[in-house]
DNA sequence: TTGAAAGCGCTAACAA
DNA sequence: TTGTTAGCGCTTTCAA
């Protein structure tokens, strides 16, 4: 900058202005900034600027692990949504690691990042809420301060409950999470059993591990739930476990829909590339990632009001695995 | 800091040499200035130390999509080798869109990253090799003189082709990127024809319009090429187009590998998820990862000598849509 | 309309 | 062993 402002004959505060178009500038001075930096090839260092305004527009997201179709989908539509508002992303993939997620939230904290969005929990509540900045969490409750953005879980349960019996489903079963981890997602869960209780259906949970995101995981619990509950003629669970019971299932002749209807959660590529397709709930990605940066946004620009549960409606999509 | 060194009673040089483990410091200094950190719960300011070290350990990654699961899973393997050796990543999901990847590229060097890992390319090559950032090319030529690191190609266009063959095929496709574009991944079309071609096979090619990545676009090309090419017996392609046409193809009854054999590329989970599971060319992931990783550290140490191109073997992983 | 100077939070010579 | 001071590249007040 110095150097431009030589060329220019002017002074660095100059080159400012014309770079920021802010002030009174003649035309003349003005031209001539904008040749010496065209020559110099200038590039305004931006580390300078965050020092001086104490703001970067960077944008932390925390994810277990960026390479499930969930996360990815997410990680992409946050990245629109945060570009389109001139942020951009650090991406921090905590694998299950909490020892990893804490570096990330210190490293981050360091870096001065604009704000946070936590997409992933293995650390106390009481780390979450020692964090100074801006903060929203993805479908995971940190603490009763921390805005969460999530998909409407309790009427994604209830759409998978009634398109199971109405498909005429008697025995069912779903597949959950750890019930250990609180977490938006077992509500899907609570009113699914409802559901079946209230109709006299007949409904077992198999409990997944927590944080496994690991396809030979899900063959081995596809392999345990088909053995162990043979009778099973409806399933529930997120397309990726979804889509490993449809293969075992073909492997062992069962016929889908007609001896085994599946739902999914999540609606994700893979309930349309599996085949048969699968009958999903489907997440509204879009939503959950334009509602995450908005209030993101808000609470960096410390808006008042800012609500602190963010629950969008989910959708049914009609697959070939019901009928 | 200040607030920090007035806390213990001594200079704000004192504290940053606590900080960092740096020059003589008493004991009894060190505990009063830890004391103080902590009781002031005191993050230190990165963005100011990288103002100074002009360094920021941070890294670009540019690519057209990391919804796509061959970006997601190469994003997840660079964000761990670069977590190790202390670099952050900076997403940056270009689409399909020149000009928002020229500006990431932008924002990028102003924002003063160490280096730019990118897997996009939609800009001309001048604009590459007029960023003064380090850089490496995932899988794309960019210019002479930025590094490259890729799978063999040519290798697996050969193992697919062999593979293929072996399996009885007479008459194959193969599903081509835009030939317009210059990357390593031509060489695996090139070789799969030539090694048809010297055994006599008809070798039929389909271009994939470039950066398309859209399942629904994978199943009008899955589409047209059943109809088109009833008679093919042998398809080579990408994993998720060919999870398409394994899908169409059972649609039509067409028996997976009697009637046709397919052979994917990439050997992302899609090839495991689906049914039948695909027989694929796996990209060996880790080492692209780590390698790519290991030559921009080196290109930001300034060492000399740095391959420009580096090609790792790829791996045939047998799955049932071969004989 | 422009320039001089202070300061963002930190590090590193150099001096004490 | 510790403090003083300059400076990283920029923005902004204040004065000219």
Redesign the pocket.
Known sequence: ??DVAKKA??????V??V??N?????D??RKKVEGAIEELNYI??QV??N????KTNLIGLVIPDISHPFFSKIAKFLEKDLYLKDYKMILCNATENSEKEKEYLTMLQENKVDGIIIGSHTLETEFYTKIRSPIVALDRYLSDSIPVISSNHAQGGRLAAEKLIESGCKNVLQVVGSRKVDTPSNERHVEFEKMMKENGIKCNSVELEWNKFNFSDYESVSKYILEEYPDVDGIFSVDLVASSIIKYAQKKNIQIPEELKVVGYDGTDISQIVNPSITTIRQPFELISSSSVDILDRLIKKEKGIPLKNIFDVQLIEGETTL
């Open positions: 900058m110095k004959g002017v002074s660095v505060n100059t400012s202005r770079l920021n802010r002030g009174y500038i003649s003349k001075t305004p260092n300078a600027r020092l001086y305004k104490n």
